[in-house]
């Protein structure tokens, strides 16, 4: 997990020099930017970005006792955001943030069988959230037309795609989601627009499994925590 988070800071710090590598001869000297749009109360934008989904398994009691099934663990995959951006101005530091929109993933939970020559089993999950994230962001003096930040909230995510109803489907998971949000960036001010470079990281606050014994891969599992990380360009103004 922190060797997970390690690489995609990295990433975030390439991607944020490549931008300014992009906009440099765009913005002004100093704060002369940052001075414009921080007369605004409230501002509008897009989020984009790119999540890598998986599940935080935890295993039930039957899984010691099973003879067939010798691990479990989640798997993740690669998907894409996209969010409308509400900005309100709270003071000069605090910002409340309010951001609709879809979340597109894949995520999936592999099975181990105890029999070397058995192959391993994975039940893949496609998703489609319709998500509601409500983020309160402290932001640090800007320099040079820049200023870090640090945000923090929760968000309601329903999977408008859920299999939770199927019958086919061995692992049944809930359709709806509350989840706490952490992440970090930095703010560039530019002439016309602000943009902003983050990333977050997302944990599920409740099981999200929905108990079937009659199925032995479902039986083996206990809570399905889901878990998310994410890189995202916000463009406001």
Do not use: C, W
């Not at 979340?103 to 105890?114: C, N, W």
């Not at 029999?115 to 496609?126: A, G, I, Q």
């Not at 930095?186 to 990333?199: A, G, L, R, W």
Request: charged share 20%; glycine share 10%.
């Amino acid at each position: 997990m922190h060797h997970l988070l390690g690489k995609k800071i990295v990433l975030l710090s390439l991607l944020i020099g490549s931008a300014h590598l992009i906009f440099g001869q765009i913005g002004g000297r100093d704060n002369y930017n940052f001075r414009g749009f921080n007369k605004k109360a409230y501002y509008f934008g897009i989020n984009i970005g790119f999540n890598n989904s998986g599940y935080k398994i935890q295993q039930s009691g039957f899984f010691i006792n099973n003879d067939s099934i010798r691990v479990t663990e989640g798997n993740s995959s690669v998907g894409v955001n996209m969010h409308m951006v509400t900005n309100l101005k709270l003071g000069d530091y605090f910002d409340f943030r309010f951001l609709p929109g879809f979340s597109f993933a894949q995520r999936g939970i592999e099975f181990t069988p105890v029999k070397t020559d058995d192959p391993v089993v994975e039940r893949k999950l496609e998703s489609v959230f319709f998500e509601l994230p409500f983020h309160i962001r402290f932001k640090s003096e800007p320099y040079k037309d820049k200023r870090m930040f640090v945000v923090a909230g929760l968000k309601y995510s329903y999977d408008v795609q859920t299999n939770s109803k199927s019958r086919q489907s061995l692992i049944k998971i809930a359709p709806h989601d509350f989840q706490y949000e952490v992440g970090l960036g930095i703010q560039m001010f530019y002439p016309y627009f602000i943009f902003s470079p983050e990333i977050k990281f997302s944990r599920g606050l409740g099981n999200i499994l929905l108990y079937d014994r009659g199925q032995n891969e479902a039986r083996v599992l206990e809570n399905v925590v889901s878990q998310i990380f994410t890189i995202s360009f916000n463009f406001e103004g």
